[in-house]
């Protein structure tokens, strides 16, 4: 079985500066995808960037960034220079990317951070 | 394109009826999903479809039966509705279920038991 968490319920950062949203994993699968999807407050559900298990770098796009420690099982979310569109819901989720097992192709969430960013 | 349509967008039900969700993608992506989101409880997988005529139970199945009608089609229903139930419920979907392509949802069934 595959477990994603999220500690931080809530967060808040200051408009221009960058903010770390934690995710933490746990897997048996040997090669596994991680992603993280925003969520405003109208509800759809927005990926933002994906990072493979084999990836040897970090992932980036635009202003995120995945801070990717395999040996510490953890993927946090980093945001550069917020913007107060960025107030939103964030999940963390992962899927295995291997055929066979129990969690084959099943993409799990986390429980999610909610992100204010002030003016 | 549409992407991932989901029908009603809001629905309230009476404790005991029952109703089914409609979701469907233009994607052709094989592997379909639904959930439910419950605040502080992120989404949780109810069922997973891997291909087209294979379903499988995910985190919170009980109360709900699937059917993958065809490549395009995936809809959840609930026999006997219950307060429990009340959640928002999306459907996705993805290229393929070991692939590491994102997954694409639809914009959500706010559903009231009642």
């Known amino acids: 079985a595959q477990k994603i968490t999220q500690t931080q319920p809530g967060m808040f950062v200051q408009e221009k500066e960058a903010v770390t949203l934690d995710c933490t994993y746990d897997t048996s699968d040997p090669s596994y995808g991680l992603f993280w999807y925003k969520q405003p407050s109208s509800g759809e559900m927005i990926f933002l960037i994906y990072q493979g298990s084999y990836d040897q770098q970090n992932a980036t796009e635009g202003r995120y960034s995945l801070n990717f420690q395999k040996a510490r099982k953890s993927a946090n979310l980093v945001i550069s220079a917020s913007q107060l569109g960025d107030s939103a819901m964030y999940f963390c989720a992962m899927r295995p990317l291997n055929a066979g097992g129990t969690s084959y192709g099943k993409l799990t969430f986390g429980q999610g951070t909610i992100l204010t960013v002030h003016p | 394109n549409a992407g991932v349509t989901q029908t009603p967008k809001f629905q309230v039900l009476k404790t005991g009826q029952s109703m089914t969700l409609q979701c469907a993608q233009d994607m052709n992506h094989n592997s379909m999903y639904w959930y439910r989101q419950d605040p502080g409880m992120g989404l949780r997988l109810i069922y997973y479809?891997?291909?087209?005529?294979?379903?499988d139970k995910g985190e919170v199945p009980n109360g709900y039966n699937v059917s993958r009608l065809n490549k395009r089609e995936f809809s959840l229903r609930l026999e006997s509705a219950a307060p429990s139930q009340t959640s928002v419920y999306f459907c996705?979907?993805?290229?393929?279920?070991?692939?590491?392509?994102?997954?694409?949802f639809g914009q959500g069934t706010r559903l009231t038991v009642v």
């Open positions: 996705a979907s993805s290229e393929r279920g070991d692939a590491d392509t994102e997954a694409f």
């Open positions: 479809s891997a291909s087209e005529g294979t379903t």
